[in-house]
């Protein structure tokens, strides 16, 4: 099970809601769950070092000769149940690999959330990795919040989601209902911006403290 956690614009709040699903699914799950950083910011958001080490961009960029296998070995503690597989330090590049690496996340026992960060439709190397792993996830995710520049972005772009997570700050024209007019797709789950996930992301807590608000807004989801 691998879902694709991605956004059409950035500071939407993908990162967040990334992490939040790999803890939720870490804690289901007996032998935990698989975080894969396409983005880069998922270790200050648990509260880690960013790992030295080779990451994905690196196992991206290898000879075909680095099998599936070696993503394992890519993976670091950084809360209770949640393996991360870090960026690495390479843009990103080998879209050809993607499909390797989707299967072998896919055969994983354990959930694995991808945080894909912002795609822009763009055709460059970096892109076309983000787009690949959101066609070969089982569940791909659009983080938005409720805000008609997100939503033209997406719709302009050459895939679409299963679903959405609304990221709904107050006071918005836009609601959930016009978000599924004009994407077609079901709101999943919408989560309230919270003073405490904000603070909880400043200072590295969200994984090991996970606001309460935030894991039952995304209970349906996991
Ligand atoms: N539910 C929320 N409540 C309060 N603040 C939030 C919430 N979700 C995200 N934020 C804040 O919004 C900012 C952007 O969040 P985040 O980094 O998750 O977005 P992103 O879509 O991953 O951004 P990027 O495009 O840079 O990858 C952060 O400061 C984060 O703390
Ligand atoms: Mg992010």
């Known amino acids: 099970m691998v879902f694709s956690c991605w ?22 799950s007996a032998s935990g769950s698989v975080l894969v950083d396409l ?5 200050i958001v648990c509260g ?3 790992p030295d080490g080779p990451g994905i961009s690196d196992w991206l960029a290898a000879s075909p000769s680095v099998g599936a296998a070696a993503i394992t070995r890519l993976e670091h503690p950084v809360a209770s149940g949640v393996h991360l597989v870090p960026r690495g ?8 690999r993607v499909t390797v690496c989707a299967q072998h996340l896919r055969n994983d026992e354990r959930p694995v959330v991808v945080d894909i960060g912002c795609v822009t439709g763009d055709n460059d190397p970096d892109d076309l990795v983000r787009r690949r ?9 659009l983080v938005t919040r409720p805000c008609f520049i ?23 024209a836009l609601g959930r209902s016009d978000i599924e ?18 603070r909880a992301v400043d200072s590295g807590l969200l994984a090991s403290r996970l606001p309460s608000t935030l894991g039952r807004a995304l209970r349906d989801v996991a």
Do not use: H, N
């Open 7 to 28: 956004s059409a614009k950035g500071g939407s709040g993908t990162t967040v809601v990334a992490v939040a699903l790999s803890v939720l699914f870490g804690r289901e």
């Open 39 to 43: 983005e880069g910011d998922a270790p």
């Open 48 to 50: 880690v070092p960013q």
């Open 89 to 96: 330090r390479r843009s990103l590049s080998g879209e050809d």
């Open 133 to 141: 792993f959101i066609e070969a996830a089982t569940t791909s995710l």
């Open 150 to 172: 997100s939503l033209r972005r997406a719709l302009s772009l050459p895939i679409r989601p299963a679903g959405v997570v609304l990221v709904e700050d107050p006071g918005r």
């Open 181 to 198: 007019d004009v994407l077609g797709v079901p709101v999943v789950a919408t989560v309230a911006v919270d003073a405490a996930v904000a």
